[in-house]
Structure formats: C-alpha cells, structure tokens
C-alpha cells in the first residue's frame, strides 16, 4: 500500500461525507420542518373540531328528543281537545278530567318548548366554532399545499447537488485498492459513516482525542503508506503533516 491510496482512500471519505451532510441536510431542510408544523397544526384544529362536533351532535340529539316529545305532547292536546269540545262526552267528571288533563299538557309543552329553545341557543356558538375551524382548517390546507411545494423544491436543489457528488463516487472508489476499500466499506457501516479520519497534531479528527505519545512516536516512525488504526475509535488513521 502507498501513501497515495491512503491519501485517494482519504478523498473518497471526504466525498462521502459530504454525500451524508447533503442527505442531512435534506432530511432536516427548514422547509420540511415548516410542513410538519402545518401537519401537526392541522391534526390538532382536526381533533378540536371532531370534538366540538361531538359535543354539538350529542346537543342536536337532546333537541330531537325534546322536539319528538313536544310534537307527542301537541299532538295529545289535540285529541284531548277534540274529545273535550266534542258531543260524545257530556258527563261533567269526565269533561273536568279532560280538560285537567289538558292543562297538564300545555305545561308540559310549554316546558318542552322552553328546553327546545334552550337547546337550540346552545347549538348555535358550536355551529359558530365548527365553522370558524373549518375556515382555520381551508386556511392551514392552503399554506400544506404551499410549503409542499417549497419543499419539492428545496428537496430538488439538493438533489442536483447529491447527484453531482454521486456520480464522482465510481471515479474516487476505483482509485482505492479493493481490499482497502473492503476495509473502509466495513467500518463505514460500523462507525457512522466515518471510516478514515485525519492525524492532526497528535489528535484523531474522528474522535478528537489525543493519541498516547508513544502511539503516537510509533506512527510517525513507520514507513509512509502503513495501515493505522486510531486504537481509541478503530478508525482508519492518515497522517498529516508527519
């Protein structure tokens, strides 16, 4: 091995990382993080309105009941009112039974028509709140579709950019001697991405510390092109400035 395949292996790094900042960077653009608020917001002013909606329908159910009791009751009162003004009943018990039985009716009417109208008062601000929701929720749908633009766009722009970089990869890689780059492969995958990281004065630049001293007088004496390892993080080792 040469100096010249550790210094090609080094390029193929820093082509590499610079392929997972630009996925990064892609992953974590402002413009994806503006989209997700608007999902969350969404979902949130989604769920209050479902329950508001509950709240108003339960409501609206009370009233139908009220309002089937109150046509029940009325319609009641009419046959006790037919049966009282008609010819069929002259016995004056009977006469004053119907008749008490029709003012115990019309109170209970008048009560149903109070809770009815009480009801419908209640109604009235959840229909006010559901619309206003559904107004914030067309509003939100609006500024979805514009973000989602905004980040097709970005996303495009990074594209560009990790195409370009991708397609330099087949040319760095052949520069690396195959069981190196077997080497590199390998720790990539354990190591975060990170397989060759530079000896900068006595420092490894992938886990930025210092090596021991006689470590490090061992490296520097041996003969350019040796395969190091940094013993503190298993990376591959290049020495700079030795």
Do not use: W
């Not at 900068?200 to 930025?208: E, F, P, Q």
């Amino acid at each position: 091995m040469t100096s010249a395949d550790l210094e090609a292996l080094l390029a193929l790094q820093d082509l590499d990382t610079r392929v997972d900042q630009e996925r990064h960077r892609k992953a974590t653009l402002p413009e994806r993080a503006r989209l997700n608020e608007l999902l969350a917001e969404m979902a949130d002013k989604e769920a209050h309105k479902a329950a508001v909606l509950a709240g108003r329908n339960e409501v609206a159910a009370r009233q139908a009941e009220v309002e089937r009791e109150l046509q029940a009751t009325e319609a009641r009162i009419a046959q006790v009112r037919s049966r009282l003004y008609s010819r069929d009943v002259t016995a004056t018990r009977e006469l004053q039974s119907l008749a008490a039985d029709e003012d115990l009716l019309r109170k209970r009417a008048s009560e149903l028509e109070d809770r009815a109208l009480a009801l419908m008062d209640e109604i009235e601000p959840l229909d006010t709140q559901v619309a206003s929701l559904e107004a914030d929720l067309a509003d939100l749908g609006a500024r979805r579709a514009e973000a989602a633009k905004a980040l097709e766009a970005a996303e495009a722009q990074v594209d560009q950019g990790l195409a370009e970089l991708l397609g330099r990869r087949p040319g760095a890689q052949s520069q690396v001697p195959a069981s190196l780059l077997a080497t590199y492969e390998r720790l990539r995958e354990r190591l975060g991405g990170v397989a060759v990281a530079r000896l900068v004065g006595g420092r490894c630049d992938g886990c930025h510390l210092s090596l021991p001293a006689m470590e490090l007088d061992r490296i520097r004496h041996t003969p350019p092109g040796s395969l190091e390892f940094c013993e503190q993080c298993g990376r591959i080792l290049v020495v700079v400035g030795n």
